[in-house]
């Protein structure tokens, strides 16, 4: 069974400051893609990134990063100098082979991101 | 818009109704997804449609709840006699597939059906 633990529940941070979002994640499977969405208040989930399995590399888009540890199964997201914009919800989403289900997602409980002015 | 479309955005109904929600995917995606949010919680896979076939409907809670997709377009889900743990939001999604990558491509959602059962 695939299983992602966001364990941060909600993070509230003033403006300017760094913050990371911990994801952890389980599958028995080889080959898997790891996402992570935003939701603001609006509801719709914005994706932000995907990451093939095999790819550990570290990747930065603008002021996101996310580090992907195999080893200990961990996709974390940081955020640099967070503005009021970034306050969301955040999900972390693994997905399923595509042979059994089209790629559905299972995705974390989600961590509300607060960023006070 | 190009985005997936989804209407209605607010729906009320009484216990016992049956309600109908409508997606409106990205013009090409051969992938159609639904999900369900409950407050505060992440959204959970109902079911999974490649073009008109229904691929995976493991998700769907009870016989209650049907997905269909008849023309591979546009897909309609059905929640028959309502009751109140229905209430959510239902999210759909849709996705690409490329020759290279037949899988994983990003999941675009909409904006979701807030659906509440007096």
């Known amino acids: 069974a695939q299983k992602v633990t966001q364990a941060q529940t909600e993070i509230s941070v003033v403006e300017k400051e760094d913050v990371t979002l911990d994801c952890v994640y389980e599958?028995?499977?080889?080959?898997?893609?790891l996402f992570w969405y935003k939701q603001p208040p609006s509801g719709e989930l914005v994706f932000l990134i995907r990451?093939?399995?095999?790819?550990?590399q570290n990747e930065i888009s603008g002021r996101y990063s996310w580090n992907f540890q195999k080893s200990t199964s961990s996709f974390n997201f940081t955020i640099t100098a967070s503005q009021v914009v970034d306050s969301a919800v955040y999900f972390c989403?693994?997905?399923?082979?595509?042979?059994?289900?089209?790629?559905?997602?299972?995705f974390g409980e989600g961590t509300q991101l607060t960023v006070n002015p | 818009g190009a985005g997936v479309s989804q209407s209605p955005r607010y729906k009320v109904a009484k216990r016992g109704q049956d309600v109908a929600l409508r997606c409106d995917p990205i013009?090409?995606?051969?992938?159609l997804f639904w999900y369900q949010q409950a407050l505060g919680q992440g959204p959970e896979f109902l079911t999974y449609?490649?073009?008109?076939?229904?691929?995976?409907k493991s998700g769907l809670p009870s016989d209650r709840f049907f997905a269909e997709r008849p023309e591979g377009s546009v897909s309609t889900l059905k929640i028959q006699r309502t009751q109140q743990e229905d209430s959510a939001v239902y999210l759909c999604?849709?996705?690409?597939?490329?020759?290279?990558?037949?899988?994983?491509?990003?999941?675009?959602f909409g904006d979701g059906t807030r659906l509440s059962i007096l």
């Open positions: 013009s090409g995606h051969v992938s």
């Open positions: 599958t028995r499977d080889t080959t898997y893609y």
């Open positions: 449609f490649q073009n008109e076939a229904q691929l995976d």
């Open positions: 999604a849709s996705s690409s597939r490329s020759r290279d990558s037949y899988s994983n491509q990003p999941q675009h």
């Open positions: 989403a693994l997905s399923d082979p595509e042979e059994t289900s089209g790629s559905r997602l299972t």
């Open positions: 990451r093939n399995s095999f790819d550990e």
